[in-house]
């Protein structure tokens, strides 16, 4: 089974030349794997036709989605483990073909509303979470002088798929009918995901870019070993990260999903012009993945979470008090850059606490705050919006929590070495010294 390249005799320079043209490769790939995986945000454009066709209400419909998410985060702790023993490709072509076969079968759902959520939530959801962590545990090995940058990019292309699917997705439905745009797009995602599955291969044991050496910033915020999961655990550290994504996925997802009916009542405009309010702040979720990973190349990661959290005490503090369009759509598109701005630069940062080697699993797990965040932020804001009977209290209280969390990104270190001595002496941790 394929666990990534192996050296071979001959020409050094020669094979470090193609493998650098190697790793673009499989970036591309995996930014065209996260695009087609991205599509679950489009889930939208199917309430409504699925409601009309069957008689199902909006939130049995929109359960779907949420089985969908909690399913990818606990499945991508699984995957993680599972390409950690048998490599990247096998655990990528799995997750694509379960991820396709989903919505394929999803076209059958007039069995039931059971049918829907057995096959696009369980089914593809386990696919989804497969596929997510791959290309993020693979392309922190290849990249490590551009963590950062590379995720963003990787994760950043989950965050565009909705972009592009939607609008297919939409003219589909017009034309061919719901259920039988499931079946057009699972068989397209089987293919595109299946092609993108074969290009995800780890590099050799302790490959770097040639002439490449960590900065002194860069070592001073990255640990000086791999972490194996059960020692990550054991750290203060990987909690405060999972904290971190909580945090930050929760405020943002909380106005995701009261994005249209939050304009409509600030505004008081059309359901339409919300819809397209909708759409243009949506961008920010996919450019802010890249644009944060990026600085967190430059301003640390710690840096990246300070600087998202004091954006977001601000903006959900003005934005009830906002009555312009075009001004509440640039808020809610920056909100939204936050959001997206911790898919990007979590992944790196988790590489450089706890090492490459096992980011799969490591930060696989952490993906569970993103399930919890997607239950614990709309929940929240939808319950205080119905105590008090509009969205400022509840906007307000989100710029609370924003602000009490830049505590962590102030606090958090890189696990010390004295952290490492101390589990190695009482046996906790079996990890061997490797040079960064």
């Not at 106005?255 to 759409?279: H, R």
Request: aromatic share 14%; glycine share 12%.
């Amino acid at each position: 089974m394929d666990r990534g390249f192996t050296k071979i005799p001959g020409d050094e320079s020669q094979l470090g030349h193609r493998m650098t043209a190697d790793r673009w490769q499989i970036a591309g790939a995996g930014v065209v794997l996260q695009v087609a995986l991205g599509a679950v945000y489009a889930w939208s454009v199917f309430r409504v036709p699925l409601s009309k066709q069957f008689g199902w209400s909006i939130s049995e419909v929109t359960l779907t989605f949420t089985i969908c998410i909690l399913v990818l985060g606990i499945s991508s702790f699984f995957g993680g483990l599972w390409l950690n023993r048998k490599g990247p490709r096998i655990v990528a072509l799995t997750g694509a073909f379960l991820y396709g076969s989903g919505l394929f079968l999803a076209s059958l759902s007039n069995h039931g509303l059971w049918w829907l959520y057995l096959s696009y939530g369980l089914v593809g959801g386990i696919g989804l979470g497969f596929c997510y962590i791959v290309p993020i545990a693979v392309l922190v090995k290849w990249f490590p002088d551009r963590r950062g940058l590379i995720t963003g990019i990787a994760v950043g292309g989950f965050g565009a798929g909705a972009l592009i699917t939607a609008p297919v997705a939409t003219r589909l439905i017009a034309t061919v009918g719901v259920l039988e745009t499931f079946a057009y797009l699972g068989i397209a995602f089987l293919i595109v995901t299946l092609g993108c599955g074969f290009f995800m291969q780890n590099p050799p044991q302790g490959w770097k870019p040639a002439g490449w050496t960590p900065t002194v910033s860069e070592a001073l915020h990255r640990s000086a070993r791999d972490y194996s999961l059960g020692e990550a655990l054991k750290t203060w550290q990987w909690w405060a990260l999972w904290l971190l994504l909580f945090l930050n996925t929760s405020a943002g997802i909380s106005v995701i999903s009261q994005e249209s009916p939050l304009f409509q009542e600030l505004l008081g405009v059309t359901a339409v012009i919300a819809a397209g309010m909708v759409g243009i702040a949506s961008i920010g979720n996919a450019f802010g993945r890249v644009f944060w990973a990026w600085a967190s190349d430059s301003i640390t990661r710690r840096g990246a979470f300070l600087a998202m959290f004091l954006a977001q005490v601000l903006l959900f503090l003005f934005f009830p008090s906002i009555h312009s369009v075009w001004l509440l759509t640039v808020v809610a598109f920056l909100v939204l850059l936050c959001y997206g701005g911790g898919f990007g630069t979590m992944p790196a940062f988790a590489a450089d606490y706890f090492g490459s080697k096992n980011v799969g699993p490591i930060y696989g797990l952490m993906l569970t705050a993103w399930g919890f965040a997607s239950a614990f932020g709309p929940l929240l804001i939808a319950y205080i919006r119905q105590v008090e009977g509009n969205y400022r209290g509840a906007l307000h209280a989100i710029a609370g929590i924003a602000a009490a969390s830049m505590v962590l990104p102030i606090i958090v270190r890189p696990p010390s070495q004295t952290q490492v001595s101390d589990q190695l002496a009482s046996g906790q941790g079996t990890g061997e010294q490797l040079p960064r």
